[in-house]
């Protein structure tokens, strides 16, 4: 069974229905930060919330994570981006790096790459052994499993896009100068091994979605879509999270 075959990548939204979505969603989102901070309702700290985005080259991260963020005040949530590791992180087991910027309670944060470099580039670069990736699976399901046992939400997306949008975007972008630089070599040979990127990305949707962190694969060859996608399924995975924890999601201004 392939998840990324079943992605129906033929949705769309028009411009004035994707923006009125779109603020609508953002608007929900700042309440239920506020209420997570303890800015309103019983004042009372809620779960913290981290949000994984991995995803294609050019499937529309940057521009996602903008619109998930950029309604909320900027103190009240942290944006990671994560590279190749450098020469001191490797030195260290491979999810050291990732502590740092996690959320605690009352916090957010998004993270821009993630953990799951383990299983996907440094396994199909060969960056990393077998044996690492493949013990790379059980340790990833150990952390987030501990981070939900805690009381982490974990929202996971992946991006995707098929081979014929991301050539466009390629493209679009190597023609534009002042967004060329998004674009490098390393891009158009990752290209080149999507079929082993894939396989990468169907065994990593099939061994890590669990009940501590659920994968949300998007349709993202529509950007507009994709945006709404993405704000929406946070603001349900917190949502969910409050009334599990007997928080009323609709919790109106402190009084008084």
Not at 114 to 141: C, D, K, N, S
Not at 211 to 228: I, L, Q, T
Not at 233 to 245: D, F, G, I
Request: aromatic share 8%; charged share 30%; hydrophobic share 40%.
């Amino acid at each position: 069974m392939s998840r990324l075959a079943d992605v129906d990548l033929s949705v769309r939204l028009k411009k004035k229905e994707a923006a009125e979505q779109l603020a609508e969603a953002q608007r929900r989102l700042v309440h239920l930060r506020l209420l997570l901070g303890g800015q309103i309702g019983s004042g009372a700290l809620g779960p913290p919330l981290c949000v994984l985005f991995e995803g294609w080259d050019a499937s529309g991260k940057g521009g996602a994570i903008k619109r998930l963020v950029e309604q909320l005040d900027p103190r009240h949530v942290r944006v990671a981006q994560f590279a190749a590791p450098t020469h001191d992180e490797k030195r260290h087991h491979f999810l050291w790096r990732f502590w740092p910027v996690l959320p605690g309670w009352g916090g957010m944060a998004v993270l821009d790459r993630t953990w799951y470099g383990r299983v996907l580039v440094e396994r199909v670069e060969g960056f990393a052994t077998e044996e690492q990736w493949q013990r790379a699976y059980g340790e990833i399901v150990d952390l987030e499993t501990t981070l939900a046992a805690e009381g982490t939400v974990l929202v996971k997306f992946w991006m995707h896009v098929s081979p014929e949008e991301q050539l466009h975007r390629f493209e679009s972008r190597r023609d534009d100068p002042y967004r060329a630089w998004k674009l490098t070599d390393e891009d158009w040979r990752n290209r080149e091994k999507r079929d082993a990127y894939e396989e990468a990305v169907e065994e990593m949707l099939e061994r890590t979605d669990t009940d501590a962190g659920r994968w949300h694969v998007v349709p993202a060859d529509d950007k507009r879509h994709a945006r709404v996608a993405v704000v929406r399924t946070v603001c349900q995975a917190v949502e969910s999270a409050l009334a599990a924890r007997g928080t009323d999601p609709d919790a109106p201004l402190r009084t008084g």
